[in-house]
C-alpha cells in the first residue's frame, strides 16, 4: 500500500508506461514522460537546496506541467503550495511570506508581476515558458534545464506518511488567507477511499474542472494515478464556455466527473447535457456546496444511467462523509443528505449541552476524527487550537478532532443533513468565503469606517455578496473604485458585486452591528 | 447605487457600447477598472462563466445580433476588439 503519494505514480508508470497520463490544452503526457520529468525536477530542487519539508510555490494557469510540478516536488521531499493564478499578487506575495515558500514553478509573466520584497525572498524560480538561453542562470531556471537531471529514479529522500505533502491556502475569518496542512497520509486516507467506493479503473478518464489550489482536484490527479487512468483538465477556454465543454467532455469520452454544482447547473441550462451525448460518462461527483433540489433532478433525469455521489467535507479533513443519490427518493426529498462517514474516517454531532447526538433529529456541529484530518493551519498555532481539539471521548492517549463549524441533524434514514454555519462563512460557486476576510479589505481602504459583508441566496452559484460601507467624515468613494480597491486585496470571486452606502450602519440594542437587518435590506435591494 | 446590468447609450459607436457594458456590469463588480481594447478579458478573470452569458445576452439584446453556440468561445469573446469584429460580422450578414 501506498504510504507517500508519488508511489501512486511509479506504480503505474511501470504498470502503463506509454498511456496518457494528462491531457491539457491540446497538449499530453504519457506515465512514462512524468515519472520521468518528476523525478528530474526533483533532482534539480534538491540540487538547489530544497530541504525536506519545504514549501515550493506552484504559480500557473494549469497545463501539463502542473501535475509535474506537484509530483516532482513530492519527490524532493517538499511539500507544494498551489497558489490562485487569478488571485491578486499582493495576496500571492502574502502567502509565499507567510509560508516561507523558499522557491516558485512559475511562468514568467506570473513572476515579474510580483513585487521587489516577495521576489528577493525567493531561493529561485523555475519558469516552465523560458528557453534556456533567457535565463540569468543564477535565481532564474528555465524548464529546459530538467533534461541535465537524472530521469529514471527520484533523489533519495526518507518520508514517512506524516510528513506534509502540500498546504491549500483557504480564506480567513480574520481577514487573511490561512494554509491547511496535509500529509501524505491525509490526502491518501481519502485516495483510497475513493479508489474503493469509485472503483476508477485504467480505463476511466477524470476531467479536472477544479482549481488545483482547491482540493477537489487531489481526486481528480491523484486517484488518476492510483488506477493509471487518464487525467483531462479543463481550462478556462472551456470551463468558461458550456457548450464547448460539453464537447469536450464527450470527444474526450470522460468517464468521471467531479465539480461545484454551479458548474453543473451552467452546464444543465446552457449545453444540451444528456446521456445519449456523453454516453461515456458514468459517474458524476459534485461537492463544495448545496445542490438545489430542482436542478438536481433534472441531472439526474438527464443523465438515466450516471451514479451521482453529493460529497462533503471542509479542505481540513477532505471528503469526510459521503451520499450516493437514491434516484428513487429524489421526487420527494426537499434536501440531499451529506449522509455518512467515508471509511477510515469517523464523524459525530455535538450538541448545545456538549453531548454527542444519537438520535434520530438531534442537531450539532459536526466533528471529524480519523487519519482524514489536518494536523493544523501554517504558522497559526492560535486558529489550530482553536479548530483542531483534542478528542474528549478518547481515554487512551491523545488524539485531535476538527470542528468543522457545520451545524447537522442526523436524519431518520441515519444520513447526516447539512443545516448551516456557525459563522459568516458562505460558499459561492464552491469556494469557501469567510465575510470577515471581505470587511477587513474594505476597513483597509482608509477612507471607510464601517463594513458589512452579506450574503445573499443564488440557485446557481450558492451565495452572491453586497457589502454596506459607511465612511469617515468628509471622505467618500465610488463603489467602482472601492472595488477596484478589493481587487488588490481579495480574490475577484470575493468581491461585493455591489456596494451600499450609509452615513452610519444600523446597530443592535447591545451596540453591535445590526447584521440581520443589513441582511435584510440588502436582499429587499437584490431583488428590484 | 448598484452596478448590476447597465445599458449603455445606443448612440455610442458599437465598440464603445461593448465597452461599457463590459466595464460597468463585468469589470467593476470585480475590481478591475480599466482595460485595453485587445486585453483577455477571461484571461484578467474580467468575464468568468456567468459573465459569458450576461455579455451574450447583451449582445442579443441591445446590439440585435444572434449568436450561435459555435460563436461562443476564446477566440470571439477574448476582448473588446474580437467581441466587435463579431458583431460587424453578423450585423453584415
Known amino acids: 500500500m501506498a504510504y507517500v503519494l508519488q508511489q501512486l505514480l511509479q506504480k503505474s508508470a511501470a504498470r502503463y508506461p506509454e498511456k496518457l497520463a494528462v491531457w491539457a490544452r491540446g497538449r499530453s503526457i504519457t506515465y512514462r514522460e512524468l515519472e520521468e520529468r518528476s523525478n528530474q525536477l526533483a533532482h534539480l530542487l534538491q540540487q538547489r537546496g530544497v530541504r525536506k519539508g519545504e514549501r515550493v510555490g506552484i504559480y500557473f494557469p494549469k497545463c501539463v506541467e502542473s501535475v509535474i510540478a506537484m509530483l516532482g516536488v513530492v519527490k524532493a521531499g517538499g511539500v507544494y503550495v498551489p497558489l490562485d493564478p487569478q488571485a491578486p499578487t499582493e495576496r500571492v506575495g502574502y502567502i509565499i511570506g507567510n509560508c516561507g515558500i523558499c522557491a516558485l514553478i512559475t511562468r514568467a509573466d506570473k513572476r515579474r508581476a510580483l513585487d521587489k520584497a516577495t521576489l528577493s525572498s525567493l531561493s529561485f524560480s523555475i519558469l516552465i515558458d523560458e528557453a534556456p538561453q533567457s535565463s540569468n542562470g543564477a535565481d532564474v531556471i528555465p524548464w529546459g534545464m530538467l533534461a541535465e537531471y537524472p530521469a529514471s529514479h527520484a533523489p533519495r529522500v526518507t518520508l514517512t506518511e506524516t510528513d506534509l505533502a502540500y498546504i491549500l491556502y483557504t480564506s480567513g475569518s480574520t481577514g487573511r488567507p490561512k494554509g491547511v496542512m496535509l500529509t501524505h497520509q491525509n490526502a491518501l486516507t481519502f485516495v483510497e477511499w475513493c479508489a474503493a467506493e469509485f472503483q476508477i479503473t485504467s480505463e476511466d478518464r477524470l476531467s479536472n474542472h477544479a482549481p488545483l489550489h482547491f482540493d477537489l482536484s487531489v481526486f481528480d490527479v491523484y486517484n488518476t494515478l492510483e488506477a493509471g487512468a487518464a487525467l483531462y483538465m479543463i481550462t478556462e477556454d472551456l470551463a468558461l464556455f458550456p457548450s464547448r465543454l460539453a464537447e469536450a467532455i464527450a470527444a474526450h469520452g470522460i468517464t468521471v466527473w467531479y465539480s461545484v454544482p454551479s458548474a453543473l447547473i451552467l452546464l444543465l441550462l446552457h449545453a444540451d447535457l444528456n446521456a445519449e451525448r456523453l454516453k461515456r460518462l458514468r459517474m458524476i461527483l459534485f461537492a463544495g456546496e448545496v445542490f438545489p433540489m430542482k436542478y438536481l433532478r433534472q441531472l439526474a433525469e438527464r443523465m438515466p444511467g450516471v451514479d451521482l455521489y453529493n460529497l462533503y467535507g471542509p479542505t481540513e479533513t477532505n471528503v469526510c462523509t459521503y451520499y450516493k443519490v437514491e434516484r428513487d427518493r429524489l421526487a420527494g426529498m426537499d434536501k440531499l443528505p451529506i449522509g455518512i462517514a467515508c471509511e477510515n474516517t469517523e464523524v459525530f454531532a455535538v450538541n448545545d449541552q456538549n453531548e454527542i447526538v444519537t438520535e434520530a433529529g438531534g442537531t450539532g456541529e459536526l466533528y471529524v476524527r480519523g487519519p482524514a484530518v489536518t494536523y493544523g493551519y501554517w504558522a497559526d498555532a492560535e486558529k489550530t487550537r482553536k479548530m483542531v481539539v483534542p478528542n474528549t471521548n478518547q481515554r487512551n492517549f491523545q488524539e485531535k478532532v476538527y470542528r468543522t463549524g457545520d451545524l447537522v441533524q442526523l436524519g431518520q434514514d441515519a444520513n447526516y443533513y447539512f443545516l448551516g454555519r456557525r459563522d459568516s462563512m458562505i460558499k459561492s460557486r464552491g469556494y469557501r468565503i469567510e465575510l470577515g476576510e471581505i470587511e477587513n479589505a474594505l476597513l483597509s481602504h482608509p477612507s471607510v469606517k464601517e463594513a458589512v459583508a452579506v450574503a445573499i441566496p443564488d440557485d446557481i452559484v450558492g451565495s452572491r455578496i453586497r457589502a454596506v460601507v459607511a465612511f469617515h467624515d468628509g471622505v467618500s468613494l465610488a463603489p467602482a473604485e472601492l472595488q477596484h480597491y478589493c481587487g488588490t486585496q481579495i480574490p475577484k470571486y470575493m468581491i461585493p458585486e455591489a456596494i451600499d452606502f450609509r452615513p452610519e450602519l444600523p446597530k443592535t440594542s447591545t451596540g453591535k452591528i445590526d447584521r440581520v437587518q443589513l441582511a435584510q435590506d440588502s436582499a429587499h435591494l437584490t431583488l428590484k | ?93
Open chain 2, 1 to 93: 447605487m448598484s452596478t448590476s446590468n447597465c445599458v449603455p447609450n445606443p448612440h455610442l459607436s458599437v465598440k464603445s457600447q461593448i465597452r461599457e457594458f463590459i466595464l460597468e456590469s463585468l469589470a467593476r463588480p470585480k475590481g478591475i477598472s480599466s482595460f485595453a481594447d485587445g486585453a483577455p478579458l477571461m484571461e484578467m478573470g474580467v468575464i468568468d462563466s456567468l459573465g459569458v452569458f450576461r455579455l451574450v445576452s447583451f449582445l442579443e439584446e441591445h446590439l440585435g445580433v444572434r449568436v450561435d453556440d459555435q460563436e461562443i468561445n476564446l477566440d470571439t469573446l477574448r476582448s473588446v476588439d474580437t467581441i466587435e469584429a463579431l458583431v460587424i460580422r453578423k450585423r453584415g450578414k
